[in-house]
């Protein structure tokens, strides 16, 4: 998918005039998925695991956490940028690792703003699956990661749905990665920390509304493919 | 010689449902109903067998080892020697042959889960399914395998409930009304499957509020009344002549709980 | 082509560190591929050096500047030709000049390209920066809509266009974000005999770029840099209404850029070699010569002011500073 999308747009040049050169684009969107898709894949890995245990088991300070998903999830990512910036530059607590204004950094910011969406819509998707399904799963003899493994399984539709949420709210969001990565390319036109809409906000403020545009469309675009993706791999097999 | 299962004077409370000093056993090839009125238990009692939670006080035995006075380890291999069907099917978002599986394959070493997911994808099935197959044609599905099991009527959802526990071959399996919810045809399909059990080996628990469906597949009957059991003995014994003076009334359709 | 095999071992470099997320073959894939086997060896681009101090290949090289700088196309054109040089990509984060110090302050940058004299000097004085050069200049004019409801066109006085405006209450919109310009802009606001405030005088917290397009759709006034001024007028509907020293405007519109590096002593972690590598290219002769024959529309935009004969020895030192330490001592001839 990534693969197409690139080419779709290396090919453009070819029977389009564009007002930008083709490998400005194509680094802008690689640097985009790079760090997008790399954060919701952690943040899945850690959300699903934090959903589960919030989901079915008591422990002291659950409220807590289930508030702090819940207002994470409408976090201002300005703020979240703030933050990670703080924490990751020289003089801030992970100045040592030397991450401020990298990709890096940007998954990281990515990853505290898609982590709340997806933990949440998580949660309520693996809570909805059924007490005598699982009742099920451990009476045929499942441990307990035979059960939460069949949990996952049983809101994978939820789940899906959790995941694209994160995803969108990673991809579309400006304020925090602006922050922590600089919006940096190189002077011959490779983005290194400028992504989709870090580099709307600068053609729009430069006033190369077209190239703005333009990237705006490949920006729905993407979302709109990993929307369709995501629907078509857990598309067979709904019938509930 | 030791019993299949023990149960030794055992009390717990769930939610509504108490009970005290609970004691029965259950042999290899015997079906044990366990009947009394709704709300008395049998439920909790069904799911204390199935090991999904320790009883307040007394003693569960499988084959003479008290399934709580050992490791994790050992009380899972003990827990999966236990087949259980709801009162609801409860499968799974699958294929028929999927959730007949299940229990198998949740055995397997996780090594093998794995390539056998790989095989899945890819389309390829192995041997291990015919357990599996073999157990549905018990319940009399045989061709509905590959049907997502969502879209089956309640009958045969629950038929495949029974196919799911039988098809790992447990030495106790263990049935929470599972018919309560089912037209003649499917409760006699069900009945016939108890029987096959039986056949097997295997030690059956069927907790049922149907007095005709336990004279018609039990060897044993264990009465449950108020917060403990008022009457164990062979089927016809207890509906022929009942000991007890309330286990008589329950039969006889006068005790109303 | 040797940049592109640069680029791509700074790219390793930074796909190194990359490597601990993981997927890195998303970064780098294709440029390894055209390479054919070329090895960046690992060389961590997070380093100050690392082993091989002969090269600085694989090294980063961190600017922050204003956005003037970025957003006329200018500081590709002198990075291009640094690169072409050292071999190191430079990452530039274009932020207004306030925020631009500010990130320098916190360590995160090597090298500073500001113009605003007042917080440069402010900078040096925290013991922040170190080697301040004169860069370069340009003027900043003041913009308006053709139709000039205030009438300031032809002015020769900028306080006095801005007391016009003022007067007339006609829409004025501030960069209001503490950048060079918005500092520039204050100083006339100073010397003005009109307070800027009330309805008239809007602060569009944004870059030069931005700020332009708004007071385009407004139809209203502004201060830019030239540059950024010519790069965009296609784009907007406005007009030069008081021209800057370039043209033979007050000086008061005089917008000196200079360039300093992250002190070593403060900020030990910075890459301060290559950082004054920088400085040292920019103010010699190829860099001024990149900023000498850079035009757009046909215009240049920026004019070089590092190379003179004249020793200037105020570019190094805050303003006004004096070796005896007293600074309203004057005591030079």
Request: a negative charge; hydrophobic letters at 40%; glycine letters at 12%.
């Amino acid at each position: 998918m990534t693969g197409g999308a690139l080419l779709a747009v290396d090919a453009l040049p070819a029977f389009v005039d564009l007002p930008f050169e083709s490998h400005y684009i194509t680094s802008i969107v690689r640097v985009s998925l790079y760090v997008s898709l790399v954060a919701v894949a952690i943040s899945t890995l850690f959300s699903l695991p934090v959903a589960m245990v919030v989901g079915f088991s008591e422990f002291p300070g659950k409220s807590l956490v289930t508030a702090i998903i819940n207002t994470g999830m409408g976090f201002p990512s300005v703020v979240v940028g703030l933050v990670v910036l703080f924490m990751l530059s020289s003089s801030g607590p992970f100045g040592p690792l030397g991450l401020v204004f990298t990709p890096e950094a940007m998954i990281i910011s990515q990853f505290v703003l898609a982590t709340p969406v997806i933990t949440g819509v998580s949660l309520a998707a693996v809570t909805s699956v059924e007490r005598n399904v699982r009742d099920a799963a451990f009476a045929m003899g499942g441990t307990r990661l035979d059960v939460a493994l069949v949990v996952i399984k049983e809101a994978r539709f939820g789940i899906a749905t959790a995941v694209l949420a994160g995803f969108g709210r990673a991809i579309s969001e400006v304020g925090s990665v602006l922050i922590v990565g600089g919006n940096i390319a190189y002077a011959d036109g490779t983005s290194y920390t400028r992504n989709l809409t870090t580099a709307i906000q600068l053609e729009a403020r430069q006033g190369r509304f077209e190239t703005a545009m333009f990237l705006g469309a490949i920006l729905v675009a993407l979302v709109l493919l990993v929307n369709a993706a995501v629907g078509r791999l857990g598309g067979s097999g709904r019938t509930r | 010689m030791t019993a299949l299962l023990e149960v030794t004077d055992v009390s717990h409370t769930y939610d509504e449902a108490v009970f005290e000093g609970v004691s029965l056993s259950v042999e290899r090839g015997e079906v044990l109903a366990v009947i009394g009125p709704s709300g008395v238990g049998k439920s909790t009692l069904l799911r204390l067998l199935a090991l999904f939670e320790r009883p307040d006080r007394g003693s569960i035995e499988f084959e003479g080892t008290d399934v709580w006075a050992v490791s994790e380890g050992q009380r899972l291999e003990m827990r999966r020697n236990v087949g259980m069907v709801f009162q609801e099917a409860s499968l799974f978002d699958a294929p028929v042959l999927r959730n007949a599986e299940y229990g198998l394959r949740v055995r397997q070493s996780w090594p093998d889960r794995v390539r056998r997911g790989v095989a899945d994808l890819v389309g390829r099935r192995n041997g291990t399914s015919e357990t599996a197959r073999e157990a549905l044609s018990v319940v009399g599905l045989e061709g509905k395998e590959a049907q997502n099991a969502r879209s089956l009527s309640g009958g045969e959802a629950q038929r495949v409930a029974f196919a799911r526990a039988l098809a790992y071959d447990p030495g106790v399996l263990l049935l929470d009304e599972p018919t309560s919810d089912l037209d003649p045809r499917n409760t006699a399909l069900l009945e016939e499957a108890i029987d096959e059990a039986r056949q097997r080996e295997i030690g059956v628990v069927l907790a049922t509020h149907d007095m005709h469906q336990a004279e018609r597949v039990a060897d044993r009957v264990a009465v449950v009344l108020g917060t403990g059991i008022a009457e164990i003995g062979p089927a016809e014994r207890v509906f022929e002549a009942p000991n007890d003076d309330r286990t008589r009334k329950f039969v006889a359709g006068e005790l109303v709980y | 082509m040797p940049i592109q095999r640069r680029r791509f071992l700074a790219l390793a470099g930074g796909a190194a560190t990359a490597g601990v997320a993981g997927c890195t073959g998303m970064f780098d894939g294709e440029d390894e591929a055209a390479d054919g086997g070329e090895d960046g060896g690992g060389d961590d681009g997070g380093g100050n050096g690392g082993d091989s101090a002969a090269s600085v290949e694989g090294e980063e090289l961190v600017l922050t500047t204003t956005t003037s700088t970025y957003d006329t196309g200018l500081l590709d054109e002198v990075n291009l030709a640094f690169e072409e040089r050292f071999g190191t990509p430079v990452q530039a984060i274009a932020q207004g000049t306030g925020a631009a110090l500010e990130t320098a302050r916190n360590g995160d940058a090597d090298v500073i390209m500001v113009h605003a004299r007042g917080s440069e000097d402010e900078f040096m004085e925290e013991g922040h920066g170190v080697n301040r050069r004169d860069l370069m200049f340009n003027d900043f004019v003041i913009l308006g809509s053709p139709d000039d409801p205030a009438g300031i066109e032809g002015g020769e006085d900028a306080v006095e266009a801005f007391e016009t405006v003022a007067e007339a209450e006609e829409m004025f919109v501030s960069r209001g974000d503490d950048s060079g310009t918005h500092v520039a802009e204050l100083e006339i606001w100073d010397e003005a005999d009109a307070e800027p405030g009330g309805e008239w005088y809007v602060e569009a917290g944004a870059g030069m770029g931005d700020t332009l397009n708004q007071t385009s759709q407004q139809g209203a006034y502004t201060l830019s840099d030239r540059g950024t001024y010519i790069s965009q007028r296609g784009e907007i509907e406005l007009e030069i209404l008081v021209e800057g020293p370039v043209e033979g405007g007050p000086e008061i519109l005089a917008n000196p850029y200079g360039i300093l590096a992250a002190n070593p002593a403060v900020h030990g972690d910075r890459n301060y070699d290559l950082g004054m590598a920088y400085i040292g290219f920019l103010t010699g002769q190829e860099g001024q010569e990149v900023v000498e024959n850079y035009t757009l529309d046909g215009e240049q935009l920026f004019f070089p002011e590092a190379i003179s004969e004249d020793p200037n020895f105020e570019q190094y030192v805050p303003e006004g500073w004096s070796a005896n330490g007293d600074a309203d001592d004057d005591e030079t001839a």
